[in-house]
Structures are given as C-alpha cells and as structure tokens.
C-alpha cells in the first residue's frame, strides 16, 4: 500500500501568510494526487487534481506542485475562509490512500 | 452535479445496511464512483471504488468480504451494502465523483452500536 505522509499535521497562521503544506509518498505515484478542504462540520471539498490543476471556481491564491512522491499545496496569501484541514489523496493505485491532513488554524 | 447519500443509522454490532447514493447534474455512467468515510473526530479514509460499468470493484482491507459496492446506471444510483458491521465501521459515510473525489454528498451516519 503507498502511504502518504503529511507536514505539518497543524500549523498556525496569520491572514496574509503564505502557507506550504507537504505530502509525501512511500513510492512514485506520477500525477496522480489531489488536495481537498474540509472546513469544521463541512464536506470535503476539491482543491487540486492532478497534483496542479486548479479546480473550476477554487480562488487562484491556491496551488499544487509536485511530482512522484513530493506534493506541496501553497496558499499564497492566506484568508479568513482559509481556516480548515486539508488532505493528500493519492488515486495511483489501489487501497487508494489519504494523507493524515493538516489543520491550519488562527495564529 | 448533486449526490445524496440514505440509509445510515444506528445498527448493532453483526449487523447490516445498505447505503444509497443518488446522482444527477452529469452522466452518471460515465464515471467511477467511490465510497470515502470518515469516523468521528479523524481523517478521512477510502472505502471503495466501481467502474463506470462496474466491471471493477476495489476495496479497503478492512472492509473487504463485509461490503459490497454496486451501482444502478439506469437508476443513477450507487449502493454500499455493509454485512457484519463493527463498531470501528461507525462513521460519516461519503459518495464522491470519479477516483479523485471531484464531488461530494453531504454524507450519511452509520453508528454501530449495541
């Protein structure tokens, strides 16, 4: 099973910061890795698919890189709506596995 | 694209349910369709996936042998038929658009309880 791994599992941050969050995994998975946000008592949400393809109608403060087993999701300037957990999913290949999230909280 | 999940609740440890999934807003049949759950305060986790034409089935260990995926096309509808479900099985269960998870349901509550 590839096992995704995640840094930080919790940050703080001030509105304005620019946030990079980490996700690695335990072999090569190409592309094939997308970033959701879920937000407290809310569905996860599509961020990223492809490892950088911006989802349709996601603000372009948000963006993903990364290829084979090193992903980063960058917030260039982070906002109050900002505020959740987000997760690494990868889709290479079968158990298909979520990274552990990172929340990002209100310094 | 709208997906809406029934059928969770409260069920005693051995027991069973069936969840429901309806679909529409895209052409239900040409997609994968996967089940995600996520147990209350944690991460979230993969359960399974079906083919458009549901000639391919994957699965979590952990739930292989007890849950069945299916799908109706006709029906636009996706199904999780859970058998001798455990306590650790208690979560918000999710149906999500295609492999990458494009889409979410609002998610159904399954407690396994006695």
């Known amino acids: 099973d590839i096992q995704m791994t995640q840094s930080p599992s919790a940050m703080s941050a001030s509105v304005g910061d620019r946030v990079t969050i980490t996700c690695r995994a335990s072999q090569g998975i190409s592309f094939s890795l997308a970033w959701l946000q879920q937000k407290p008592g809310q569905v996860p949400k599509r961020l990223i698919y492809?490892?950088?393809t911006l989802q349709s109608g996601v603000p372009s403060r948000f963006s993903g890189s990364g290829s084979g087993t090193e992903f980063t999701l960058t917030i260039s300037s982070l906002q109050p709506e900002d505020f959740a957990t987000y997760y690494c999913l990868q889709f290479y290949s079968y158990p298909l596995t979520f990274g552990g999230g990172t929340k990002v909280e209100i310094k | 694209v709208q997906l809406v999940e029934s059928g969770g609740g409260l069920v005693q440890p051995g027991g069973s349910l069936r969840l429901s999934c309806a679909a529409s807003g895209f052409t239900f049949s040409n997609y994968w369709m996967t089940w995600v759950r996520q147990a209350p305060g944690k991460g979230l986790e993969w359960v399974a996936n079906?083919?458009?034409?549901?000639?391919?089935?994957y699965y979590v260990d952990s739930v292989k042998g007890r849950f069945t995926i299916s799908r109706d096309n006709a029906q636009n509808s996706l199904y999780l038929q859970m058998n001798s479900l455990r306590a650790e099985d208690t979560a918000v269960y999710y149906c999500?658009?295609?492999?990458?998870?494009?889409?979410w349901g609002p998610g159904t509550l399954v407690t396994v309880s006695s």
């Open positions: 999500a658009r295609d492999r990458g998870s494009a889409f």
């Open positions: 492809s490892a950088s």
């Open positions: 079906i083919k458009e034409d549901g000639s391919e089935k």
